[in-house]
């Protein structure tokens, strides 16, 4: 994801596209949209809310559809230096797990197991399945015996061209400045 604001903010073969998508974890499962266009824009819907997060403009809104309010926080610009976060603990090398299909779209999956910090020798066992063609984690799956079993699954996929509004807040909405991004 980069490039200077006055240029083409667009990456190289990203594609809009629109899904449903699935969290699982020991609560429950939460069903989602996810929406994203050619400029790298993500707008997730769930639960009463939607997140928009737009690293051209270096700003995110977190929605509350039955308060009509919009939290503004910012993001890092799209080129800007990411910091690479990892989970606590010790983790080993990344295991490839080949490739397969995921909802018609080739994915590669990658393991990874992570010591959790603490007494005693948890592990977290979490597997990414990614499709480069749409540049996108289809499978997120992660095990612990702290949290649990948890996933995303993303399905019902459809590459797309995406109405620019879903990338904005609603003119009816009031904006609240935040400082932090949402946990």
Do not use: C, M, N
């Not at 996810?34 to 790298?40: M, S």
């Not at 197991?113 to 948890?122: D, E, I, N, Q």
């Amino acid at each position: 994801r980069a490039q200077a604001p006055s240029g083409d903010s667009r990456r190289p073969g990203l594609v809009s596209l629109k899904a449903t998508f699935e969290s699982t974890s020991p609560s429950g499962t939460t069903p989602g949209l996810f929406f994203r266009d050619a400029e790298g824009r993500p707008r997730v819907e769930q639960g009463g809310f939607v997140t928009i997060t737009d690293p051209v403009a270096g700003q995110g809104f977190l929605l509350d559809l039955q308060a009509k309010a919009a939290r503004r926080y910012p993001v890092p610009r799209q080129g800007s230096r990411r910091v690479q976060v990892s989970p606590p603990g010790t983790g080993s090398a990344p295991v490839q797990l080949g490739t397969g299909l995921i909802e018609g779209f080739e994915a590669t999956g990658t393991g990874h197991k992570v010591r959790l910090p603490g007494p005693g020798s948890a592990e977290q066992t979490i597997e990414l399945w990614s499709s480069k063609e749409l540049q996108l984690v289809l499978l997120f799956t992660s095990s612990d015996p702290v949290a649990g079993q948890t996933s995303v699954r993303y399905y019902k996929i459809e590459k797309a061209v995406l109405d620019p509004v879903l990338f904005r807040v609603p003119s009816d909405f009031s904006i609240v400045e935040d400082l932090t991004a949402p946990r």
